[in-house]
């Protein structure tokens, strides 16, 4: 049974009339037999038909934080809020852990009637790109540490004409089922709102100059440089590739995480659109192109995205400039580095790895890329968390061999990259999903800190891959106005 709770302006006795039901009481039950029990925390998450609405829009109407939004490819939209339960973690094993001990909490943890996956409690986060180098205050005062992952306290999901809405209540040794109940009644006068079409996230407005100010630790020089000494390493032998990423600052940007994406999913199809607000005051938001992972039991699903051209003005100049991407050699083997990779890293965790012998064109809203999907069936009990450290970070984002740049990118790159180009994503009972957090922003007061990077291989030109990370700056620019 999936439970209906009252309006918000329900009186007392309709409210109690409506949530004693039979099984309520079962599942109430549960979860206090099990705390007391196990002397553990357990949350009881209960499923409610919700309105049809816009999950941005009801992200706006709450104010708890953390407050998440999650569109993946599958059509499924994600909008959560609130904190029932957290894991947190710091350091290079931090990845493992902490999704270590989100699978056995939603296993040990959780009571719930609902068997669908897509109607369940899960849990959203991300991992800092590379734990060992600092993180600068920039990430670290908006909660983006090395590991994080949140239960939320209200998760409502929509897909075209179907909707849910999730509430998680805390159930302690001490909890009485009385106290369920009034715990039931907070939440729902507390989330039990938004679904409606009135108060729309703030409409974007921008200034139509592309004004991208440098930051003052990458100006384009110093990136260039740092470009160059890397293609000399290349030439030495000491690494094939290396992706060297850049950061920019765009003042006067509303600090509206829910309206800027609501532009990208507008604007930017085809992607994972994402927005992590921990702390008020900042927010990381992203259209990334490029799938990490999705797990659905064993069956798991990746892709190898590298390899960049622009679109034409129409599909004549789309198929001319697709096939020029086709038959470069340097994105070629950009693509291949990222393609050996992956399988490599794969390989040992499966009993069945497919690609294609060729890579494909994938057509975005302003630009295209050679792409690879990977489809493979998991070995028995391997965990979600090896699958993203060996994953993480691929030859798209870091280079190959990926020691090699990773030593690279610590002493080349004077910025952290903080979640930009790391896995963000949710993980659930029996399923997860993870993108590449890139074709990014943080966002803090009003300022726009845009991430990007270019992978150099031998024979790439410095000042064009630079202009390779303008383009793709302006691109999600570009998505954000409108244009």
Same mark, same amino acid.
């Given at each position: 049974?999936? !439970?209906?709770?009252?309006?918000? #302006?329900?009186?007392?006795?309709?409210?109690?009339?409506?949530?004693?039901?039979?099984?309520?009481? %079962?599942?109430?039950?549960?979860?206090?037999?099990?705390? =007391?029990?196990? *002397?553990?925390?357990?949350?009881?998450?209960?499923?409610?038909?919700?309105?049809?609405?816009?999950?941005?829009?009801?992200?706006?109407?709450?104010? $708890?934080?953390?407050?998440?939004?999650?569109?993946?490819?599958?059509?499924?939209?994600?909008?959560?809020?609130?904190? $029932?339960?957290?894991?947190?973690?710091?350091?290079?094993?931090?990845?493992?852990?902490?999704?270590?001990?989100?699978?056995?909490?939603?296993?040990? &943890?959780?009571?719930?009637?609902? =068997?669908?996956?897509?109607?369940?409690?899960?849990?959203?986060?991300? !991992?800092?790109?590379?734990?060992?180098?600092?993180?600068? #205050?920039?990430?670290?005062? *908006?909660?983006?540490?090395?590991?994080?992952?949140?239960?939320?306290?209200?998760?409502?999901?929509?897909?075209?004409?179907?909707?849910?809405?999730?509430?998680?209540? +805390? +159930?302690?040794?001490?909890?009485?089922?009385?106290?369920?109940?009034?715990?039931?009644?907070?939440?729902?006068?507390?989330?039990?709102?938004? /679904?409606?079409?009135?108060?729309?996230?703030?409409?974007?407005?921008?200034?139509?100059?592309?004004?991208?100010?440098?930051?003052?630790?990458?100006?384009?020089?110093?990136?260039? &440089?740092?470009?160059?000494?890397?293609?000399?390493?290349?030439?030495?032998?000491?690494?094939?590739?290396?992706?060297?990423?850049?950061?920019?600052?765009?003042?006067?940007?509303?600090? %509206?995480?829910?309206?800027?994406?609501?532009?990208?999913?507008?604007?930017?199809?085809?992607?994972?659109?994402?927005?992590?607000?921990?702390?008020?005051?900042?927010?990381?938001?992203?259209?990334?192109?490029?799938?990490?992972?999705?797990?659905?039991?064993?069956?798991?699903?990746?892709?190898?995205?590298?390899?960049?051209?622009?679109?034409?003005? &129409?599909?004549?100049?789309?198929?001319?400039?697709?096939?020029?991407?086709?038959?470069?050699?340097? %994105?070629?083997?950009?693509?291949?580095?990222?393609?050996?990779?992956?399988?490599?890293?794969?390989?040992?965790?499966?009993?069945?790895?497919?690609?294609?012998?060729?890579?494909?064109?994938?057509?975005?809203?302003?630009?295209?890329?050679?792409?690879?999907?990977?489809?493979?069936?998991?070995?028995? %009990?391997?965990?979600?968390?090896?699958?993203?450290?060996?994953?993480?970070?691929?030859?798209?984002?870091?280079?190959?061999?990926?020691?090699?740049?990773?030593?690279?990118?610590?002493?080349?790159?004077?910025?952290?990259?903080?979640?930009?180009?790391?896995?963000?994503?949710?993980?659930?009972?029996?399923?997860?999903? /993870?993108?590449?957090?890139?074709?990014?922003?943080?966002?803090?007061?009003?300022?726009?800190?845009?991430?990007? *990077?270019?992978?150099?291989?031998?024979?790439?030109?410095?000042?064009?891959?630079?202009?390779?990370?303008?383009?793709?700056?302006?691109? !999600?620019?570009?998505?954000?106005?409108?244009?």
């Amino acid at each position: 049974m999936i !439970f209906s709770p009252p309006p918000v #302006d329900h009186s007392k006795s309709a409210y109690q009339a409506a949530v004693m039901t039979a099984s309520l009481r %079962n599942l109430s039950k549960i979860a206090l037999s099990r705390a =007391a029990e196990t *002397g553990r925390t357990i949350i009881l998450a209960l499923s409610f038909p919700a309105p049809v609405g816009d999950p941005l829009t009801w992200l706006s109407h709450q104010s $708890a934080t953390p407050a998440i939004y999650w569109h993946g490819r599958d059509g499924w939209e994600y909008a959560a809020a609130g904190a $029932a339960h957290s894991i947190s973690g710091r350091g290079p094993d931090a990845m493992l852990t902490t999704t270590a001990e989100a699978a056995r909490f939603l296993q040990h &943890n959780v009571v719930t009637e609902v =068997a669908s996956q897509s109607q369940s409690l899960c849990f959203f986060g991300g !991992f800092a790109f590379d734990p060992p180098s600092a993180t600068d #205050d920039l990430w670290a005062d *908006g909660g983006f540490i090395d590991a994080l992952l949140v239960l939320p306290e209200a998760l409502y999901f929509r897909r075209e004409h179907e909707s849910y809405l999730v509430l998680a209540i +805390v +159930v302690t040794p001490l909890t009485t089922s009385e106290a369920i109940s009034i715990e039931l009644k907070r939440l729902n006068d507390l989330y039990w709102r938004g /679904f409606g079409p009135e108060s729309e996230p703030t409409a974007m407005t921008f200034p139509q100059s592309l004004t991208l100010a440098d930051d003052t630790g990458m100006e384009r020089q110093s990136w260039v &440089n740092a470009a160059a000494e890397i293609l000399q390493r290349i030439d030495r032998g000491e690494l094939e590739k290396a992706v060297l990423a850049r950061r920019q600052h765009w003042d006067g940007v509303p600090a %509206n995480p829910w309206g800027v994406a609501k532009a990208l999913r507008r604007h930017t199809p085809g992607c994972h659109h994402f927005a992590f607000q921990f702390q008020k005051d900042r927010a990381f938001v992203g259209a990334s192109p490029e799938r990490l992972l999705r797990l659905t039991e064993r069956q798991l699903d990746s892709e190898c995205l590298a390899g960049t051209i622009g679109r034409g003005a &129409n599909e004549d100049e789309d198929r001319e400039l697709a096939v020029r991407l086709l038959a470069d050699a340097k %994105n070629r083997q950009e693509h291949e580095y990222v393609v050996v990779g992956m399988r490599d890293a794969l390989q040992p965790l499966c009993c069945r790895l497919d690609m294609p012998a060729t890579p494909e064109i994938v057509t975005l809203a302003t630009l295209q890329h050679l792409h690879t999907p990977m489809s493979a069936t998991l070995k028995e %009990n391997v965990p979600v968390g090896e699958v993203l450290s060996r994953l993480h970070p691929t030859p798209a984002v870091a280079g190959w061999p990926r020691v090699a740049a990773m030593q690279a990118i610590r002493g080349l790159e004077r910025t952290s990259r903080g979640w930009y180009a790391a896995p963000v994503g949710w993980i659930g009972a029996d399923a997860a999903e /993870f993108a590449v957090g890139i074709r990014s922003a943080l966002l803090t007061d009003r300022t726009a800190w845009l991430f990007a *990077g270019a992978g150099l291989v031998k024979g790439s030109d410095p000042e064009d891959e630079w202009r390779e990370t303008t383009d793709k700056l302006k691109a !999600f620019l570009t998505a954000l106005q409108g244009w």
